[in-house]
């Protein structure tokens, strides 16, 4: 049950990982940009670590935290959840390489430098079988991909003021894309579409899973290296939210009927 009813649940989100965490049996957690917790709090997985670098928690659990264990990396509730105030750069510098996470969610800063920081550090954490999330992966118009939060805000204000989309943000994260798919040809991902959230990326290792790719008839979920990758790569400020329309199928989308499908397939799964 929720203690924190207060809260706002991300659906889409939650509803992703929670549906991955059922097919592989997930029993750890960490997710970096947590904010006030509103996917937090909802994700069903016993072991959970949150990084922020300034909380918004409810009261309720501040108050509680004063009571509760400190360790070197962190703060322990009494429930096993770990609250980890400080960049995620500071989390994994004193994470033990010991200490590993069935899926973990990327939902930092909104830079695609940063983002790219915590998945190479997220990979060396990261469990056998385990999966990895990419939020604020696909721009929702070409004001979201800019840099600068407060840019992306006063310029679609300015110009489109009628906009659905108001104050929402998803930076440059978009760019990490052609990195993954030029320098880590060990893993495959797709970009998990829903009807009430924006896309996510989920990425995992080829080599955790002995059911080859290529058996299975999906073939918008198979890593391929492409040219404008490359080329993308060679110049950063080339790829835009342009670039984006003209090499969608690089970002290898699908729906979360699809994808689950193919997840259960991928890892085995049989419903208990």
Not at 88 to 109: A, H, M, R, Y
Not at 147 to 158: A, E, F, G, T, Y
Not at 166 to 174: L, N, P, R
Not at 234 to 249: G, R, V, Y
Request: aromatic share 14%.
């Amino acid at each position: 049950m929720n203690d924190f009813p207060q809260l706002e649940e991300r659906i889409s989100y939650t509803r992703k990982i929670n549906k991955i965490s059922s097919i592989i049996g997930a029993d750890s957690y960490l997710e970096i940009g947590v904010k006030c917790g509103n996917t937090f709090f909802y994700v069903s997985v016993n072991n959970k670590y949150a990084v922020d670098p300034k909380f918004q928690l409810p009261v309720k659990l501040e108050v509680a935290r004063q009571k509760d264990i400190v360790t070197n990396t962190g703060v322990i509730t009494k429930s096993g959840t770990l609250f980890f105030e400080g960049t995620s750069d500071e989390f994994f510098k004193k994470l033990k390489p010991t200490v590993k996470f069935d899926i973990i969610l990327l939902d930092g800063l909104h830079l695609y430098d940063q983002t790219y920081r915590d998945l190479c550090n997220s990979l060396e954490n990261l469990n056998q079988r385990g999966f990895i999330i990419i939020d604020d992966i696909v721009p929702c118009d070409k004001y979201s991909a800019y840099r600068d939060q407060q840019l992306c805000v006063d310029s679609r204000n300015k110009v489109e003021p009628d906009s659905r989309y108001k104050s929402a943000w998803q930076g440059d994260v978009f760019k990490i894309v052609p990195f993954i798919n030029l320098f880590h040809p060990y893993l495959d991902y797709c970009t998990v579409t829903s009807t009430d959230g924006f896309p996510q990326l989920v990425l995992w290792r080829r080599k955790d899973y002995r059911n080859p790719i290529e058996s299975i008839k999906f073939p918008s979920i198979k890593h391929q290296m492409m040219e404008s990758t490359r080329l993308a790569s060679e110049n950063i400020n080339a790829i835009d939210f342009d670039w984006i329309k003209n090499n969608q199928s690089i970002f290898q989308v699908c729906n979360e009927e699809s994808f689950f499908s193919y997840l259960k397939e991928l890892t085995g799964y049989q419903k208990q």
